[in-house]
C-alpha cells in the first residue's frame, strides 16, 4: 500500500533513479579501463542504460500522477534488481558499476525504514552478484568479497534506517505529550476557569432569586449569557487553531497573537483562598489585555490598604468593543467575594476592583 505520506518521497527516488542512469552511463563513457577505453561505450551497456533510462523515466510520470500502489513499489524494486544484475555481466570488471545499481536498489527499499524488506532485497543482491561472478567467464574468486561489502553495506543501510524510525518515533512521541501538556495547560487556566466562572455567576442568580430580587437575578443571567458567548467564540477558536483552519482576516490574527509587555506591582497578604482569586484575576486581566486589547503594556497594582484589597489593571490597548460589557469571568470571582468591580475606557482601559479582606 502506498501511503500519501510516501509519495513525495516515492518520486525524490524516481529522479535519483534517472539521475543514476545518465551518470552511470557517462562514468562507463569515460573510465579508461574498459572494453573500448576512454571516451567509448560498447553496444551493450549503451544499450542496458538506455532501457533503464527509459524505465525510470517511465516511473517517473507513474508516481507523478498518483498511479502507485503496493506492486509498483515491488516493481520498481524487481527492475532495479534486474538492471544492477544486468550491468553486473557487461560491466564486470575493476571498476564495474554494478556496486551503485545494487545498492540503489538496497537504499530505495531502506527509504521506508522497514527492516524486512531491507534484508530480503541484502539478500537477493547477493545472490544475484554471486550468481553474476558464477556464470561470467574470467571472472576469479577476486570479485567474491564484493558480495560480502554488499551485504555489509545492505547491513549498515537496514540497521541505520532501524535506528532513524525508532528516533522519529521518539521525537514524535515526545511532540505528542509536549501537546498535551499544553493543550491541558489551556483547558485548565482559561476554559475550566471559566466554566468556575459560570458555576460561580449561577450561585448567585440563586442566592438572588431567594432574596426576592429577581430583577438583579435578570440582569446577572444577561451579563452570564453575554460572558457564556464570548466563551464559546473563544473555544471555537481555539478548536480550529488545533484542526489548523484558517483563522480569519489579518487584523484578526494580529489581535489573537499580541504579545504586550507588562508591570506588576503587588503587596498584600491574606487567606490562601483569598489569594488564589486575586491571582486568577491577574492572569485573566493579563489575558483579556493580549486577547481583546492589542495593548503594548499593561500595569497590575495590587496593594491593600483599611481592610481591603485593591487591584488595578490598566492596559493601553483599545478596550473591549463593547463599552458595558464586563469581564465576566473576574466579575464572577468579584461577586463571590462579594467585592466592588468598576471599568472605565477612555483610550485606556482600567479596572478597578476592591476585595474585602475579611471575607475568606
Known amino acids: 500500500m502506498n501511503l500519501p505520506e510516501f509519495q513525495d518521497l516515492d518520486l525524490s527516488i524516481a529522479r535519483a533513479r534517472i539521475a543514476l542512469s545518465l551518470i ?65 555481466f ?27 524488506p531491507i534484508v530480503t532485497v541484502t539478500l537477493l543482491s547477493v545472490a544475484l552478484y554471486l550468481l553474476v561472478i558464477v556464470l561470467t567467464r574470467g571472472i576469479t574468486s577476486v570479485y567474491d568479497m564484493r558480495a560480502v561489502y554488499l551485504a555489509i553495506t545492505g547491513y549498515l543501510i537496514g540497521f541505520f534506517s532501524q535506528q532513524r524510525a525508532l528516533f522519529e518515533a521518539e521525537v514524535r512521541e515526545l511532540e505528542t505529550r509536549a501537546e498535551r501538556q499544553s493543550i491541558a495547560r489551556s483547558l485548565h487556566d482559561g476554559y475550566v476557569q ?21 430583577q438583579d437575578a435578570l440582569l446577572e443571567i444577561t451579563d452570564l449569557q453575554t460572558g457564556v458567548a464570548r466563551e464559546y467564540d473563544s473555544v471555537r477558536i481555539y478548536l480550529r487553531s488545533l484542526a489548523g483552519i484558517d483563522q480569519g482576516s489579518t487584523a484578526d490574527l494580529a489581535a489573537r497573537f499580541s504579545d ?56 493601553d490597548g483599545v478596550g473591549l468593543s463593547d463599552s458595558s460589557s464586563r469581564p465576566w469571568a473576574i466579575a464572577s470571582r468579584v461577586a463571590e467575594l462579594e467585592g466592588h468591580m468598576s471599568m472605565h475606557s477612555d483610550g485606556r482601559t482600567r479596572l478597578q476592583i476592591e476585595l474585602p479582606n475579611s471575607q475568606v
Open 24 to 88: 552511470a552511463m557517462l562514468s562507463l563513457y569515460i573510465d579508461p579501463s574498459t572494453a573500448g577505453g576512454l571516451f567509448h561505450l560498447n553496444i551493450y551497456a549503451l544499450t542496458t542504460l538506455l532501457c533503464h533510462l527509459a524505465y525510470s523515466v517511465g516511473m517517473y510520470f507513474a508516481l507523478s500522477r498518483r498511479l502507485a500502489d503496493g506492486n509498483l513499489q515491488v516493481l520498481s524494486t524487481s527492475f532495479d534488481l534486474f538492471f544492477a544484475t544486468v550491468v553486473a
Open 90 to 116: 557487461i560491466t564486470e570488471g575493476q571498476t564495474s558499476a554494478s556496486y551503485v545499481f545494487f545498492v540503489f536498489a538496497i537504499v530505495a527499499t531502506g527509504s521506508r525504514a522497514k527492516s524486512r
Open 194 to 214: 471559566a466554566l468556575a466562572g459560570v458555576n460561580l455567576r449561577l450561585e448567585t442568580c440563586r442566592a438572588l432569586l431567594n432574596r426576592n430580587r429577581p
Open 260 to 315: 504586550p509587555n507588562f508591570e506588576v506591582l503587588a503587596a498584600f497578604s491574606g487567606r490562601s483562598l483569598l489569594g488564589e482569586h486575586i491571582l486568577q484575576i491577574m492572569l485573566e486581566g493579563l489575558r483579556n489585555a493580549r486577547s481583546h486589547g492589542l495593548a503594548n503594556l499593561v500595569r497590575i497594582d495590587v496593594h491593600e490598604a483599611d481592610d481591603k484589597v485593591s487591584i488595578s489593571i490598566e492596559d
